[in-house]
């Protein structure tokens, strides 16, 4: 148990409609990370938030957005979706924004399918 | 896009060592060698990291060569449950954007 809770474990909706997944992060940790990972791909990196401020962007698309609030979890918001936003999708915390010992925890992912 | 070259699949028979290796040409002296791994859809793990000098845990050995252009992930014992995908990661301490290639997908074989 890494100790990131993510929910829902599993979510199926139908295509335009808007999502809302949630990531609790370790105790202490101040950095959350978001990543997307469709069948058979790579991870892919989406954002990171850092005790509640945007720290990095990756290829996020419009439709998607996140948050952090003052307790330190995160939200990531998935509107509009298409067939192609069906993935895992992975949050990982970090005690610090950066750095070279701030090793990531990731949770057990949300599996969103899109019909 | 990820800096690092890793083959695409490796086995290993269970009990021998595991020797993964990465291809980091172009890493910087500030970057960091990270190691993590995915069971089948499991949200990933942290292994090992490290600058230039080999590291050891009670996971796995890291070997840096000393122009740190490549290293190595040694799991000593592999058993059955080591089999995943293994991602080797440079990354600068101020550089948010963890970026994972597509990785080494290991087999062990009983």
């Known amino acids: 148990d890494s100790g990131v809770t993510q929910t829902p474990k599993h979510l199926i909706t139908a295509t335009g409609q808007r999502v809302t997944l949630r990531c609790s992060p370790r105790?202490?940790?101040?950095?959350v990370y978001w990543y997307q990972q469709s069948l058979d791909q790579g991870l892919q990196f989406l954002i990171q938030?850092?005790?509640?401020?945007?720290?990095a962007k990756g290829n996020i698309l419009e439709r998607f957005s996140a948050q952090q609030f003052p307790d330190l979890h995160s939200e990531l918001n998935l509107s509009s979706l298409e067939l192609g936003d069906s993935a895992l999708y992975f949050c990982?915390?970090?005690?610090?924004?950066?750095?070279?010992?701030?090793?990531?925890?990731f949770g057990e992912g949300s599996r969103l399918t899109v019909l | 896009d990820a800096k690092t070259t890793q083959p695409t699949s490796m086995d290993c028979a269970e009990g021998r060592a595991a020797n993964l290796p990465c291809n980091h040409s172009?890493?910087?002296?500030?970057?960091?060698v990270y190691w993590y791994r995915q069971i089948h859809s499991q949200g990933p793990q942290y292994i090992i990291h490290?600058?230039?000098n080999n590291e050891t845990n009670e996971m796995a050995s890291l070997i840096i060569t000393e122009d740190r252009k490549s290293s190595t992930l040694i799991l000593p014992h592999a058993t059955l449950r080591d089999t995943a995908v293994y991602y080797c990661?440079?990354?600068?301490?101020?550089?948010?954007?963890?970026?994972f290639g597509k990785g080494t997908r290991l087999h062990i074989l009983p």
């Open positions: 938030y850092y005790n509640g401020e945007e720290r």
């Open positions: 490290g600058l230039k």
């Open positions: 172009t890493i910087s002296g500030n970057e960091y």
């Open positions: 990661i440079v990354r600068v301490g101020k550089d948010d954007k963890i970026i």
């Open positions: 105790s202490g940790d101040l950095s």
């Open positions: 990982a915390s970090s005690v610090l924004a950066g750095g070279p010992t701030g090793e990531l925890f």
